[in-house]
């Protein structure tokens, strides 16, 4: 940990620029909320700036217009990456934009990229990781901010389901509610706040479902040309891949989302088997034990024979 010399960066700029990987998630929004609140506690100038936009049920979190989708054109003295294993994960070039990093994560794979590197991999989410910070610093914070740290964490544990749902998490969780975030009321934003669109979009994706290797193995597709068709957006499938382990006697899940030339697989497992490390055999690849991604540069049913090889050497 290295706190020490985080504050001391602090102390000794003024210009930051908050950014975290694309396809923004719980966890990567509530976190650059409560890393914009700290830093503009402090007098600090911040600007967040994110490759994607912040999914519509996260929008909650944010205060409007606060984070940028465009690239901004001035200088920082600091920028300050969370929730991201690495650069390319940004989605942008982060060359001259400012003279020192920092990183903030708790994915294992992260490459240790910044000047300062505040890497836990057995945090449930960089959320719980900012949080104990503010707690170790006895630095308290207001409700908007315990709203953004319980989402992230929240999230990130799959709505308390993952088994990085520890009773510190709980505690931390408590602490949270005790601070202003609203349990019920964040729930409903988060998960039961579904466009009539993106329902009709995950829809066609259960209609896709299907087991393999003796049923130890779930598929779901999703062919990104429906996205067109059903006038939905990409975002509108997350959380589907965590219905593909759901069924009784499955170890691994896997949703497919693929064009002509190439095929993304978002992996999940139950517990016996580690898809993060499957995910890292894929150059680009990567994730969580539990859950984790990557991209082959193939055609959906090559894609798809190279992945279920993989599996069934896994799976014995
Ligand atoms: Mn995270």
Same mark, same amino acid.
């Given at each position: ?76 003295? *600091?920028?300050? *990456? ?35 590197? /505040? ?54 969780? !408590? ?29 066609? /994706? ?22 067109? @068709?059903?006038?939905?957006?990409? !975002? ?9 382990? /759901? ?49 082959? !540069?193939?055609?959906?049913? @090559? ?6 090889? /993989? ?6």
């Amino acid at each position: 940990m290295r706190w020490d010399d985080f504050r001391s960066l602090v102390d000794a700029n003024h210009r930051f620029l908050i950014s975290s990987h694309m396809s923004l998630d719980g966890d990567s929004v509530g976190s650059q909320v409560a890393m914009r609140w700290y830093l503009t506690s402090l007098g600090k100038d911040v600007t967040i700036y994110n490759k994607d936009p912040v999914p519509a049920k996260f929008a909650f979190l944010t205060v409007h217009d606060t984070i940028l989708n465009d690239k901004p054109d001035s200088a920082f003295d *600091v920028l300050i *990456v969370l929730d991201c294993s690495n650069c390319s994960r940004l989605g942008w070039k982060v060359e001259a934009i400012a003279p020192v990093m920092v990183n903030i994560d708790h994915h294992r794979d992260n490459t240790g990229f910044g000047a300062v590197n /505040i890497v836990d991999s057995n945090a449930a989410a960089t959320g719980a990781i900012l949080y104990r910070f503010f707690c170790d610093c006895s630095i308290d914070f207001p409700p908007y901010v315990a709203e953004a740290l319980y989402t992230a964490i929240m999230t990130d544990t799959g709505g308390f389901r993952f088994s990085n749902t520890t009773g510190a998490i709980l505690r931390y969780c !408590s602490e949270l509610v005790e601070h202003g975030a609203d349990c019920s009321s964040i729930y409903e934003k988060v998960y039961a706040s579904h466009a009539p669109k993106a329902l009709l979009l995950q829809a066609r /994706i259960w209609s896709t479902l299907r087991f393999h290797l003796d049923g130890k193995v779930c598929c779901m597709d999703m062919p990104l040309a429906v996205l067109d @068709e059903l006038e939905a957006h990409y !975002s509108d499938s997350e959380g589907m891949a965590d219905n593909t382990i /759901i069924a009784e006697g499955v170890e691994v899940g896997m949703l497919i989302k693929y064009d002509e030339k190439e095929s993304h697989f978002s992996l999940r497992s139950k517990g016996k088997v580690d898809v993060g490390k499957i995910a890292q055999k894929i150059p680009g690849g990567g994730g969580h034990f539990s859950a984790a991604g990557c991209t082959i !540069s193939r055609p959906y049913g @090559e894609a798809f024979s190279f992945m279920i090889d /993989i599996l069934r050497r896994e799976l014995g």
